[in-house]
């Protein structure tokens, strides 16, 4: 039996003793609304790097692997499109990009989508958010409900990001309501973590990469990758030997070390001002190709799951962090994690939520409950290097990589590609690296998922890019996004 079938089979057990308890007259007391939050995300953070990370010579996450352990750990969740600004904006609104109006990183939230940090202001939270990334400006509306939205670029690395945490959190009453999402850029390209870090992750590589992927520490687009080599090259047409790509791999893994050390140091200083009394929820904005289908150091031009599988749990605050742990392998999305919120605390009455979110709240799961499998959906981000897309038609939004994944089941759609080309099929339970297109196998199976993605599609009214204002195009082209 495998794990995904032996946890549905868990789940269906905790529920009959649930219903056996409730006919007994033992029904669990309703929980009150956490007191504090703490979101945290990090920026391209793959999943697999996240639990059950044996392919490493050590986990790359120790601390936040044994948090999460505590609390509601989901296997398969998604963003809905592998880029930062559009990720994000789904995430705090429960929107698909289609919904919220951010398509590409220059966007900004259409000012009639509500966020969740608007809805936790009013119902009484302080609000704060110290985000890292030059994305994240407060251009972008994601600071919309946020009393403190402190934003740095990428320059800002993990421990100047859980200072700044740290500093804006002593500014807060232990009196106050809380809700406080920290966003780290790290491990984003350029990789460079600490040398030690490096040393540990591959003590035997002696070559020019021996501590850091990219000489610039927090530079962005083609600055961001070494020099003689460029993003072009090292990640369309990847030239180094195979040794080298696999230490490459390791700086990832031991950026994503640091990583985990400072958010080790932001619980715990949190922790030490204000108690326990945490929820907290974990996740990536999206994650990152390290080679897979021939797409190396890079993210958002695709939808494979070294892209858009991410990082996804719900931990309860400490006096039930021993008896609230789950695993679920049912497949989620990004947008459920705002209507989980919502609901956990209280921000909104049921029948308005069901109204305002296309994501669904996952409460049920962390009580140890069940829901209804349903499908989830990512679209791929624009591609500022489109000649070297293999398999795309056309680069306007209609022409974006669509995929849907119901149950273990994943398909990849290319509008406007040829028959032959057009759809990719996956069981994803047998084969999450996706090397085995199963679509001439079953062609049933395709159609009914493209349906699913054609249902899904059918309020999104982008025919065409909207052109990028030009004072956007022009930072994205020096930072080398943008290839004319």
């Known amino acids: 039996m495998s794990r995904r079938c032996a946890n549905r089979l868990l789940r269906i057990i905790a529920c009959a003793v649930l219903a056996a308890m409730v006919a007994c007259g033992r ?58 600004t559009p990720a994000l904006a789904s995430l705090l609104t429960g929107r698909y990009p289609h919904r919220t109006g951010v398509r590409f990183l220059t966007d900004r939230l259409d000012d009639e989508v509500e966020t969740l940090g ?27 409900g946020f009393d403190v939205y402190d934003n740095a670029g990428d320059i800002r690395g993990a421990t100047q990001t859980t200072d700044a945490a740290l500093a804006h959190a002593r500014e807060v009453d232990p009196a106050e309501k809380l809700l406080m999402w920290v966003h780290y850029i790290d491990p984003h390209v350029p990789y460079h973590p600490p040398p030690e870090l490096a040393e540990r992750f591959d003590p035997e590589y002696h070559g020019i990469y021996k501590h850091y992927f990219g000489p610039i520490q927090g530079a962005a687009g083609n ?43 932001l619980v715990a200083g949190l922790e ?16 990152e190709s390290l080679g897979e289908h021939e797409f190396f150091y890079d993210h958002g031009d695709y939808v494979y799951n070294a892209g858009t599988r991410v990082p996804l749990a719900f931990v309860p605050p400490a006096p039930r962090r021993s008896s609230d742990r789950h695993t679920v392998d049912s497949p989620v999305s990004l947008v459920d994690v705002a209507p989980t919120l919502v609901e956990l605390l209280e921000l909104l009455p049921p029948e308005v939520a069901a109204e305002q979110f296309e994501g669904r709240s996952l409460v049920p799961y962390l009580r140890g409950e069940s829901l209804p499998d349903r499908p989830v959906f990512a679209e791929s981000g624009r591609s500022y290097f489109p000649k070297m897309i293999r398999g795309r038609a056309s680069f306007d939004v209609r022409g ?29 339970e047998v084969d999450p690296d996706e090397t085995r297109d199963l679509s001439r196998e079953f062609p049933g199976r395709v159609q009914e998922l493209k349906r699913l993605l054609d249902a899904w ?14 004072r956007d195009r022009e930072g994205l082209r020096a930072l080398g996004y943008i290839e004319e």
């Open 27 to 84: 029904q669990e007391e309703p929980r009150p609304a956490p007191k504090r939050v703490l979101l945290i995300t990090v920026d391209t953070l793959r999943a697999d790097h996240v639990a059950d990370a044996g392919h490493l010579p050590e986990p790359p996450m120790p601390f936040v692997d044994s948090l999460i352990s505590q609390g509601t750990r989901f296997t398969w969740a998604l963003t809905p499109v592998p880029r930062t």
């Open 118 to 144: 608007a809805l936790a202001q009013r119902a009484g939270y302080r609000t704060i958010a110290v985000v890292s990334n030059h994305v994240l400006t407060t251009a972008r509306g994601l600071d919309r």
């Open 223 to 265: 600055h961001a990758y070494p020099r003689g080599l460029g993003k072009r090259r090292a990640v369309f047409a990847n030239p180094l030997p195979d040794a080298v790509n696999a230490h490459v791999r390791r700086l990832y893994a031991a950026d994503v070390r640091y990583t985990d050390g400072e958010i080790e140091r």
């Open 272 to 287: 030490e001002r204000f108690g326990g009394d945490w929820l907290i929820v974990f996740s990536s904005d999206h994650g």
């Open 400 to 428: 974006r990589f669509r995929t849907v994944v119901s149950g273990s089941w994943k398909l990849i759609w290319a509008p406007g590609q040829t028959p032959e080309r057009e759809f990719q099929l996956y069981d994803i």
């Open 457 to 470: 599609m059918a309020g999104d009214s982008a025919v065409h890019s909207p052109e990028i204002p030009e």
